[in-house]
């Protein structure tokens, strides 16, 4: 099996966003991009840092059930 990958960008971060997309593109699992709106580099606006936290979380959980599924767990 292979890890899936979540990437979480600033959407004023115009040089990681292209960075992310290229890198997006030569992953061969699961993957997902998400460019949090208005913020930068770091995160540093508020509330976008929360967003970030919140898509990780997210994304660790929806990976874990489809993980328990694949293995039979339920």
Do not use: C, W
């Not at 699992?29 to 976008?48: D, N, Y």
């Amino acid at each position: 099996m292979k890890a899936p990958v979540l990437f979480v960008v600033g959407g004023k971060d115009n040089v990681v966003i292209e960075m992310n997309r290229k890198a997006t593109a030569r992953i061969n699992s699961e993957k997902k991009l998400v460019i949090v709106r208005g913020a930068t580099h770091l995160f540093q606006e508020p509330g976008t840092l929360d967003q970030v936290v919140r898509l990780a979380a997210e994304g660790f959980v929806n990976y874990l059930k489809s993980s328990q599924t694949e293995i039979g767990v339920s």
